[in-house]
């Protein structure tokens, strides 16, 4: 009888182990993406400057010029 309650107490332990084992997996996960997704964003967003800064100057080469609002 002893015996038997203390594998349950152990199994339910660890089940609750191994659910808050996942949940640390899935948020670590959640941030991995989210910082990996952060991360191509910006350099996406360094490959349009840089391939705009090269438009602008093959522009300014040949004598043409893009409109650019002053801030």
Do not use: D, P
């Amino acid at each position: 009888m002893l015996k038997a309650q203390f594998e349950c107490l152990g199994l339910a332990v660890y089940e609750k182990a191994l659910k808050r084992r996942e949940r640390t997996k899935q948020r670590e996960m959640e941030l991995w993406n989210t910082s990996l997704t952060l991360v191509r964003r910006e350099a996406l967003r360094r490959l349009l400057e840089q391939e705009r800064q090269v438009h602008i100057r093959e522009l300014s080469n040949t004598g043409l010029a893009i409109y650019q609002q002053r801030a």
